[in-house]
Nanobody, 124 residues
């Protein structure tokens, strides 16, 4: 059974930091890309960052580049998203997702498996 479980969400003031973690199981980690997405009520899900489980290549949305860092621990099959210099517009439910193959995408169309999400709230 494929599982992705997010943790690490919470509330923080603008300028602060949070670290999200995604624990994965049930699929060959090195054959997938793992992405982080976020969603606010009434808005489409937005790709934030993704990483290749095979070679560690990364891709970021322009709005978070330089502030967020995605990383992977292949031995533990976990993905982290370090979020620094947080802004109120970073608020949302953050999901991790798995995409089979070697491509890096920020479009949720390419992702087959999803976690349940974790809430991130940034206050001004």
């Amino acid at each position: 059974e494929v599982r992705l479980v997010e943790s690490g969400g919470g509330s923080v003031q603008a300028g602060g930091s949070l670290r999200l973690s995604c624990a994965t199981s049930g699929f060959p980690f090195t054959g997938y890309a793992i992405g982080w997405f976020r969603q606010t009520p009434g808005e489409a899900r937005e790709g934030v960052a993704c990483i290749s489980g095979r070679n560690g290549s990364e891709l970021y949305h322009s709005s978070v580049k330089g502030r967020f860092t995605i990383s992977s621990d292949n031995a533990k099959k976990t993905i982290a998203l370090q979020m620094d210099s947080l802004k109120p517009e970073d608020t949302g439910v953050y999901y991790c997702a798995a995409s089979r193959g070697l491509g890096l995408y920020l479009n949720d169309f390419f992702y087959e498996h999803w976690g349940q999400g974790t809430q991130v709230t940034v206050s001004s």
